[in-house]
């Protein structure tokens, strides 16, 4: 098997991996590509997926070298996934056990957007664009709706 790599990929951790790989791939349809499994305590050190031929990487936590939200006491990064429904994804995610942050609304930006926590304490933007917007046009629109 050849593994090809992005310029750029998310790594992140999370309590309990098994558990959160499943979920990626009911919430979001990931697609696992491998996992590597600590031969001592069982835990997962690394693992790939893909989503909507994204990859991420992910791994159980290991305090002396990453942190799971929990730990944390939030994230300061969140994950977009562009869908081709963005209403049918954000209901699969929260049938999966996702919570609801935002519910989905059409933005200023030309994107119908939601965004939900994952059981894991990851938070990700579920989004489809409907509208072609300029970025002057998003600045205009952005000005108006900080007047109100």
């Not at 990929?9 to 309990?16: G, H, L, Q």
Request: aromatic share 10%.
């Amino acid at each position: 098997m050849s593994l090809e790599y992005p310029a750029l990929a998310p790594a992140f951790a999370v309590r309990n991996a098994a558990q959160a790989i499943e979920f990626y791939k009911t919430a979001f349809g990931a697609v696992e590509r491998y996992r590597l499994l600590d031969p001592d305590s069982g835990r997962i050190g690394h693992a790939e997926l893909t989503i909507n031929g994204a990859l991420i990487m992910l791994s159980d936590e290991y305090p002396e070298y990453n942190k799971a939200p929990d730990t944390l006491g939030g994230v300061s990064a969140k994950f977009m996934i562009r869908c081709e429904n963005v209403d049918t994804a954000f209901q699969r995610a929260v049938d999966a056990g996702a919570t609801v942050i935002f519910p989905l609304t059409t933005q200023f930006y030309g994107h119908r957007d939601g965004r939900v926590r994952d059981p894991f304490g990851h938070e990700w933007l579920l989004s489809q664009k409907v509208e072609e917007v300029s970025p002057e046009e998003m600045q205009r629109r952005w000005n108006a709706m900080s007047k109100k």
